[in-house]
């Protein structure tokens, strides 16, 4: 795939504007002519229509980057949709895996306590590790998947990955990722956010140059901060969860969505969520 990953951004001006999309969740790749009403096809439709959307503002569009659960149902064909479907943007973009893209669930008509969870090795094009540099900025991406388990993790060695990374370059940083690293009040995805957060944070308190973390998996748009680094969570391009509920529940008032990011020149963050046009 030509360009792919992006690992060098620059603009013609002031600022990095980042389109974040995640939670894709598609299934099966549907023929988009047909008159398909499945959820396969809702999460597909879904996902191309908040492209478009976001890609007809009147926001020059420098990077998407997709953080996790591109797919429910692992299958080669269905990342060969979304990459094309990404790529036929023109603009540069990165992937990194969340739980469904290394995770399968068998039973899914079960309580999900009774599902089976199997193991499946993540697509070759998601990223890991991966820095994406500007003049001003470093991107770093993680991937926080752990294979046949919902809960995500950040390991020992991405984080000294990431110290190290922090330490030889003082440019302002973002981190992507797909888990949560704060928990939001919600105990049922509370228990499936990145596991090792307060090692994560503790060893990030040197780094004053960390600036943002963005983030998947809870499907609802959040805002948090800690040790001055404001961590956002985004809708998901399909479905979303209620915020705030103990117990799992969706959120069906809420429309698909997506964030922007611009980064400064200077290292300020301004950052906002738009939702699909009914
Ligand atoms: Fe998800
Ligand atoms: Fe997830």
């Known amino acids: 795939?030509?360009?792919?990953?992006?690992?060098?951004?620059?603009?013609?001006?002031?600022?990095?504007?980042?389109?974040?999309?995640?939670?894709?969740?598609?299934?099966?790749?549907?023929?988009?002519?047909?008159?398909?009403?499945?959820?396969?096809?809702?999460?597909?439709?879904?996902?191309?229509?908040?492209?478009?959307?976001?890609?007809?503002?009147?926001?020059?569009?420098?990077?998407?980057?997709?953080?996790?659960?591109?797919?429910?149902?692992?299958?080669?064909?269905?990342?060969?949709?979304?990459?094309?479907?990404?790529?036929?943007?023109?603009?540069?973009?990165?992937?990194?895996?969340?739980?469904?893209?290394?995770?399968?669930?068998?039973?899914?008509?079960?309580?999900?306590?009774?599902?089976?969870?199997?193991?499946?090795?993540?697509?070759?094009?998601?990223?890991?590790?991966?820095?994406?540099?500007?003049?001003?900025?470093?991107?770093?991406?993680?991937?926080?998947?752990?294979?046949?388990?919902?809960a995500g993790e950040i390991t020992t060695a991405d984080i000294e990955w990431l110290c190290k990374r922090l330490a030889a370059c003082d440019k302002p940083a973002l981190i992507a990722l797909h888990h949560h690293i704060i928990p939001v009040d919600s105990d049922w995805i509370d228990i499936h956010m990145a596991q090792n957060a307060d090692i994560f944070w503790d060893r990030m308190v040197p780094f004053e140059h960390l600036q943002v973390i963005i983030s998947g998996h809870i499907h609802q748009e959040q805002v948090r901060y800690r040790q001055g680094v404001t961590v956002y969570s985004t809708p998901s391009t399909c479905y979303q969860f209620k915020p705030y509920s103990h117990d799992f529940a969706y959120d069906e008032e809420a429309l698909p969505g997506y964030r922007w990011l611009q980064l400064a020149n200077n290292g300020k963050v301004a950052s906002w969520v738009e939702r699909l046009d009914t």
């Open 1 to 150: 795939m030509p360009n792919y990953p992006v690992s060098k951004i620059s603009t013609p001006d002031e600022q990095i504007n980042i389109l974040q999309i995640t939670d894709l969740h598609l299934s099966t790749p549907i023929d988009t002519d047909s008159n398909n009403t499945c959820d396969a096809g809702d999460c597909q439709r879904s996902f191309e229509t908040v492209l478009q959307q976001a890609l007809n503002e009147n926001i020059r569009c420098d990077l998407i980057i997709v953080t996790g659960d591109l797919v429910s149902k692992v299958k080669p064909a269905t990342y060969d949709h979304i990459f094309a479907v990404l790529q036929a943007t023109q603009t540069p973009f990165a992937c990194i895996a969340g739980n469904h893209d290394v995770t399968d669930e068998d039973g899914k008509d079960l309580p999900f306590f009774q599902r089976e969870l199997i193991a499946r090795p993540a697509d070759s094009r998601l990223l890991s590790r991966h820095v994406i540099e500007s003049d001003h900025w470093q991107l770093l991406l993680l991937d926080s998947s752990i294979m046949g388990a919902v």
